[in-house]
Each structure stands twice: as structure tokens, then as C-alpha cells.
């Protein structure tokens, strides 16, 4: 079964500089999708960024991008130039290509910015 | 906004009671998606469907736990008999795709908040 970790329950960064969340997972699968959403405090979920894994380029999205290592199953986001509007808890996802295509997330990184 | 609904937002029920919440996806997504979330945790898959077809159910969906798609349209889902242990954020994902397209992105709703006393 996939798993997905997430090793810092809580992150905090001073606003307008970097942070990067850490994600670990497990797959015997070589074609999948990995995701980072974003949760923010009584709002709902929204996807920040996608990475195909038959893609060695790094996905990018204006001030987010990850740093995706297949061989070492390990999926970080990095965020620049810190907003307030950043703080949320972020989640790490997994997704198989086939089959119900559920999405598998881990347990969560509480991000706080300082202004 | 035309974005995934859920409704009601929050729900307080007794133990033993039944409750039924309700998802209206996304007009033209297919796909349909139930997880549970507890505090602290991240979101755990409980089912799916294409279009009215209720094709995966996870093990953490009991008999007590039951979901439907009418016309694969809005979804609900009910639990019978609540526990103490089904309180939690239960959150409605849509989606468009097929087998074909593996791309879709899937869309969340503001989640129905239980709490069982």
C-alpha cells in the first residue's frame, strides 16, 4: 500500500523569505501523480502544485516549486518570498494512475509566517 | 461559484442518531470522491464514483456508512447509528476524467464538520 510522510508537524518562516516542507512517500509503482494542497484555517482545500512522475523537470508555479527525487521517493516544497496569505496547513498527496485514483495524503505541515 | 457544495457545514448529533450529508460536485465532473478527516490528520479516502457507478469503498467505510450518486449527480452520505468515533470533517471531491486522462485535477468542497456527543 502507498504511504505518504510528512516529518514536520509544524513549520514556521518569516515573511517574504524561504521555507521548504519536507515529503517522504512509498510506491512499488513507477507512473503517478504527486501533489501538495493547501488548507487553510476553516477554508477548504486547493491544490497548489502537480508533479507527474514520468517528468525528471520540477514543477513550478509562481512563487512554489518542488524538488522531486524519484529514486529517493521524496517530494519538497519550496516557497518564496513568504506571504501571510501562505499560512495554512499543507498537505503532501500521492496518486496512483489507475484505478479510483484516490488521492493518499500525509499527515500535514502546519505552516505559520511572521511578519 | 460553480465549486463543489457540501451541506450542511456543520452537524451535531447524538450517539445513535443517524445523519446524511450531501455533495453537489462540480456540473460536469464525473467523478466523484468521500474522504474523512480527523483534527491533526490529513484527509483518508472512503469512496468513489463515476458517474451513478460506486466503484471503490475503503475499508474504513463500515456497514453503518452508506453513499450514494442518484443520476450521477449530487452525492450523499449517511451514517447510521453515529459512534463517538465518527467525528470528523467529511469532505466531497469531484473531478472530470476517464480512463483515458489521468491528468484531472480533483476539487475539494468546504467539508461537513460532525460531532457526535
Known amino acids: 500500500a502507498q504511504t505518504v510522510t510528512q516529518s514536520q508537524p509544524e513549520m514556521s518562516v518569516q515573511e517574504a523569505e524561504t521555507v521548504t516542507l519536507s515529503c517522504t512517500y512509498d510506491?512499488?509503482?513507477?507512473?503517478?501523480?504527486l501533489f501538495w494542497y493547501k488548507q487553510p484555517p476553516s477554508r477548504q482545500m486547493i491544490l497548489v502544485i502537480r508533479?507527474?512522475?514520468?517528468?525528471?523537470q520540477n514543477a513550478t508555479e509562481n512563487r512554489f516549486s518542488v524538488n522531486f527525487q524519484k529514486a529517493a521517493k521524496s517530494f519538497s516544497l519550496k516557497i518564496s518570498d513568504s506571504q501571510l496569505g501562505d499560512a495554512a496547513m499543507y498537505f503532501c498527496?500521492?496518486?496512483?494512475?489507475?484505478?479510483?485514483?484516490?488521492?493518499?495524503f500525509g499527515q500535514g505541515t502546519r505552516l505559520t509566517i511572521n511578519p | 461559484d460553480t465549486g463543489v457544495s457540501q451541506d450542511p457545514r456543520h452537524k451535531i448529533t447524538k450517539r445513535g442518531q443517524n445523519v446524511t450529508f450531501r455533495c453537489d460536485p462540480i456540473?460536469?465532473?464525473?467523478?466523484l470522491y468521500w474522504y474523512r478527516q480527523t483534527l491533526g490528520q490529513g484527509p483518508e479516502f472512503l469512496t468513489y464514483?463515476?458517474?451513478?457507478?460506486?466503484?471503490?469503498k475503503s475499508r474504513l467505510l463500515s456497514d453503518r456508512f452508506s453513499a450514494e450518486r442518484p443520476k450521477g449527480s449530487f452525492s450523499t452520505l449517511e451514517i447510521q447509528r453515529t459512534e463517538q468515533g465518527d467525528s470528523a470533517m467529511y469532505l466531497c471531491?469531484?473531478?472530470?476524467?476517464?480512463?483515458?486522462?489521468?491528468?484531472?485535477?480533483?476539487?475539494f468542497g468546504p467539508g461537513t464538520r460532525l460531532l457526535v456527543l
Open positions: 464514483f463515476q458517474n451513478e457507478a460506486q466503484l471503490e
Open positions: 508533479q507527474e512522475a514520468y517528468k525528471q
Open positions: 456540473s460536469e465532473h464525473n467523478r
Open positions: 510506491t512499488s509503482e513507477s507512473d503517478y501523480y
Open positions: 471531491a469531484s473531478s472530470l476524467g476517464s480512463d483515458r486522462v489521468h491528468q484531472e485535477t480533483q476539487y
Open positions: 498527496a500521492y496518486r496512483f494512475t489507475q484505478g479510483a485514483q484516490k488521492l493518499v
